[in-house]
């Protein structure tokens, strides 16, 4: 007698429950984002970390070298150079980003007659490519032909030569780096629009005059935003590049030799990839310190409205 | 007889294996030709053996159908970019079955595209450039073209060109293999402002100046309260190394620059060397500052803007780039040195590489001396006017060169690129063309100019740095296969 044997029925995806359902369907909306999380970040970020340990060259295979890439960066003296430029400008910039922004966004948080107009100008140089911007400073700068050099000399100053004064260039891009804040006007309008107005009516009928009302209201209400611009602000500083690619390469004698810049001559003009990963891990360290130093103050100086804090 | 059939397990298991093995196939890397292939005679173009040797074997063989299509890849050369299309046209007219696809990139960009596109495994197939590219043979990424080089007739008839085809690659690259081919030579000239000449009622410099005339002749024609310098020099590195060739030609090489040991500026030709931009620049302050170099709106700096007297410039100048200044300009063979012979970088070729993993070996090989050695392709670089062209035939035609650009100055080029001597090239093969001269030599230079150090400090100073790195960079790279 032949025995029957039952086949176990096939489960089709609408039998499945409703949770594994969801679960299948999270898995397919994920999967994009997590495979080029895994090939295009993750997967280069864990070789980057063999390879500053081997001696890379592009071509031809690695070589393990141990800690020699780093123990060389820290015994040349571009690469110190490198970092203190790059201190410099952040020094210099963060502040500047922060406070120029924030004044630029009240004026325009103003209500008065074509606002959005004197908006769209001041964004519009946000909107530009930062090659395009370094081209346009160059010749600005221009110590024999610039503009800005032409108008000092209409006053009776002779202005140096921008760009290419070991004195006066890191300045240069300093000041270059100014020319679009207006990157931050939307954020700084939202921030400042969610401000509740009674908070300002109040502080009025208390006779508290306009810098008492930044100071008190509008500041405090601001810390989460000027908290988030700070810690953007210290990663953009350390990433300078296409400024100083374009507008100095670095020099004149490496007044201007960014981080960034001498990380991208080792890779791609000396050849020395080990040598720049090895930078590059160094720079991701030296910001995740200074992201954790932001992090564990900030409860000193931002307020959160819906914060509870321990008594 | 029994038909047999296959289960539906068995068709699917067959069928996903041949499909895994045809995926498999197509991943493999691409075959490469091996480098000793022999080439084939030369393809039926107009050559100069045609013209100068009627017996030439060429002309006997019926040529190879070529077929196939190759990247030729080069950067931007300006005016010079139309020649290539020309060039490549004029190959495919020849050659109809062949199809040569033009790449140009903006000048740097492209060694770094030609980097990746190395490493990665999928180079184009001929390479436009320098000897810079050779440090790719030291990886085996390039074809060795040695045999081809020996078995083509025209090829290994010196005579027929104004260079020495093979010594400067043999030697340069210190083996005894050869990488590419010549196409052209980029020499230094002297050019002058004969306007400024003419109303400081100076002479005009001749062939028959020397260094000291030239330093002497920049002296009177500077006059800073007018924004005039006297002399505007190019690259430090280029003009390092033929400064040093003029003391010490029969050391040719200890330049520092070439098979670096250790750098050697510390001793009487190396001061004197160094001594050369103290003197213009900090002592006399009739050379260009480097901080102004980048200031000037026309082409060729303070010289082009017309605020300096002379310059020493490359010969792509009098071919294309002074061709609209708005003054009367002159040129001559740069000075006699005191060997008494004239410092010519007719070395510094233009070249073309073809990548070893090509797949066109021979149709890159043909297409790669129907550049360097027909009559078409070399009179097409001259009418480029970026390179001199190296076959005699064309270079001495005065017809090579477009009327227009042709006065004043090409003579000079030929006449330069036809100097005797020992070869001359600026770079380190073996080594990143750029890393010393940018790390170490130009910001020295500017100090010296600057009279920051003297040439006796720089020159400790370069021994000192340089010679680690020498020793560094020798130590890294793979031994030449």
């Known amino acids: 007698m032949a025995s029957v044997t039952t086949r176990p029925r096939k489960r089709s995806l609408f039998h499945l429950s409703l949770q594994r359902r969801e679960a299948i369907a999270c898995a397919c909306f994920i999967a994009p984002a997590a495979f080029g999380f895994l090939a295009f970040s993750l997967f280069p970020l864990t070789t980057s970390a063999f390879l500053s340990l081997t001696d890379y060259r592009l071509a031809g295979r690695p070589h393990f070298v141990g800690l020699a890439n780093y123990a060389t960066l820290l015994s040349d003296n571009l690469f110190w150079q490198s970092v203190r430029v790059t201190s410099i400008y952040a020094l210099a910039v963060v502040p500047l980003w922060l406070v120029n922004s924030l004044a630029l966004a009240i004026l325009m948080n103003q209500n008065l007659k074509g606002m959005h107009l004197f908006r769209t100008i001041y964004y519009l140089p946000a909107m530009l490519s930062g090659v395009a911007v370094s081209m346009l400073w160059i010749w600005l700068l221009n110590g024999r032909y610039g503009l800005v050099n032409i108008a000092l000399r209409m006053i009776g100053i002779q202005g140096p030569n921008w760009l290419r004064d070991p004195r006066w260039a890191l300045f240069s891009i300093i000041m270059v780096s100014q020319w679009s804040v207006g990157w931050y006007l939307p954020i700084w309008l939202g921030a400042l629009q969610g401000i509740p107005t009674e908070l300002y009516e109040a502080a009025e009928i208390d006779g508290s005059n306009w810098w008492a009302r930044i100071r008190h209201i509008t500041l405090p209400m601001l810390s989460p935003v000027i908290f988030y611009n700070l810690v953007m602000n210290i990663i953009w500083a350390t990433q300078l590049f296409t400024e100083v690619f374009m507008m100095t390469g670095g020099g004149p004698r490496f007044a201007t030799l960014a981080y960034m810049l001498y990380l991208y001559q080792n890779a791609f003009s000396y050849n020395k990839m080990g040598l720049a990963t090895a930078m590059s891990w160094l720079l991701f360290i030296a910001v995740l310190l200074l992201t954790i130093v932001a992090f564990k103050s900030s409860p000193m100086w931002v307020y959160y409205e819906a914060e509870r804090r321990r008594p | ?481």
């Open chain 2, 1 to 481: 007889m029994d038909r047999r059939s296959l289960t539906r397990r068995q068709f699917l298991c067959s069928s996903a294996l041949l499909l895994a093995g045809a995926a498999a196939g197509a991943c493999a890397p691409r075959p490469t030709a091996p480098p000793t292939a022999q080439p084939t005679p030369v393809a039926g173009a107009t050559t100069a053996s045609q013209a100068m040797a009627p017996t030439e074997p060429a002309a006997a063989t019926p040529a190879p159908k070529l077929a196939g299509e190759i990247e030729y890849f080069t950067y931007d050369l300006g005016p010079a970019n139309q020649s290539r299309e020309q060039i490549a046209a004029a190959f495919q007219e020849e050659n109809p079955e062949a199809k040569v696809k033009l790449t140009i990139l903006p000048y740097g960009e492209n060694w770094n595209k030609l980097s990746a596109l190395m490493a990665a495994g999928t180079p184009p197939d001929v390479i436009y450039g320098d000897f810079s590219l050779l440090r790719y043979a030291l990886e085996g990424q390039l074809l060795d073209l040695t045999e081809w080089f020996n078995n083509d007739p025209v090829l290994v008839q010196q005579d027929l060109f104004t260079v020495d085809m093979r010594d400067p690659l043999l030697a340069m690259f210190g083996t005894s293999r050869l990488y590419n081919l010549i196409l052209g030579t980029w020499v230094p000239l002297l050019y002058y402002n004969k306007e400024i000449f003419d109303s400081a009622g100076e002479p005009i410099p001749t062939e028959k100046s020397t260094w000291d005339d030239v330093r002497t002749l920049a002296k009177k024609l500077t006059n800073l309260e007018q924004q005039q310098w006297g002399i505007q020099f190019g690259t430090t590195l280029d003009t390092v190394g033929w400064l040093w060739w003029e003391h010490q030609p029969d050391d040719f090489w200890a330049i520092p620059q070439i098979f670096p040991e250790k750098t050697n500026f510390d001793s009487p030709v190396g001061i004197d060397v160094l001594s050369f931009w103290y003197n213009l620049g900090f002592q006399d302050k009739s050379a260009v500052p480097f901080a102004e170099m980048g200031t000037f709106q026309a082409y060729g700096a303070a010289f082009g803007a017309g605020q300096a007297a002379m310059v020493v410039g490359g010969d792509w100048d009098s071919g294309w780039g002074y061709r609209d200044l708005p003054f009367e300009w002159g040129v001559t063979l740069i000075p006699m040195v005191k060997q008494g012979y004239r410092p010519a970088l007719n070395c510094m070729v233009a070249t073309s590489t073809i990548a070893s993993a090509t797949r066109h070996p021979e149709l890159a090989w043909q297409f790669a001396r129907f550049v360097s050695a027909t009559v078409t392709g070399q009179t097409l670089i001259g009418l480029g006017a970026y390179e001199t062209p190296v076959l005699k035939e064309a270079a001495h035609c005065d017809a090579v060169m477009k009327p227009e650009w042709a006065a004043p100055g090409y003579e000079y080029r030929v006449l330069a690129a036809e100097l005797p001597g020992p070869m001359y090239c600026p770079y380190p093969l073996d080594m990143n063309l750029w890393e010393f001269p940018g790390k170490y030599l130009d910001p020295t230079v500017q100090q010296l100019s600057l009279g920051e150090v003297t040439p006796e400090q720089a020159a400790a100073y370069l021994d000192k740095e340089g010679t680690p790195f020498y020793a560094e960079m020798k130590k890294s790279m793979p031994p030449v296969k």
